[in-house]
């Protein structure tokens, strides 16, 4: 079993920044990629960024440029740096990732960024 926790939200004008933290504890040593995703009011949740256990990192086309996902292993940690924030990057973003062991899903609690304009 894996916890996830997420911190870092909070409320930012647009074009600020923010840094959102995702701290992983329990079966750590079994975890895979670690991605980020968010919600908007009344819309799916949708995906934002990968990062793989050998550092590799992907992200979506509508925040490639301005988010850094990023990994300390050591510390089971990962962040999303979230520079030239927009209106519409306001969402409850959740920390995620899976059992290499069995597939399964784990997911924090979600932590709230409203950017205002």
């Known amino acids: 079993q894996v916890q996830l926790v997420e911190s870092g939200g909070g409320l930012v004008q647009a074009g600020g920044s923010l840094t959102l933290s995702c701290a992983a504890s329990?079966?750590?040593?079994?975890?895979?990629?670690m991605r980020w995703y968010r919600q908007a009011p009344g819309k799916p949740r949708v995906w934002v960024a990968t990062?793989?256990?050998?550092?590799?990192?992907i992200y979506h086309d509508s925040v490639k440029g301005r988010f850094t996902i990023s990994r300390d292993s050591a510390r089971n940690t990962v962040n999303l740096q979230m520079n030239s924030l927009k209106p519409e990057d306001t969402s409850v973003y959740y920390c995620?990732?899976?059992?290499?062991?069995?597939?399964?899903?784990?997911w924090g609690q979600g932590t709230q960024v409203t950017v205002s304009s």
């Open positions: 329990g079966s750590t040593s079994t975890i895979g990629d």
């Open positions: 995620n990732t899976y059992s290499t062991r069995n597939g399964i899903n784990f």
């Open positions: 990062i793989s256990a050998s550092g590799g990192t």
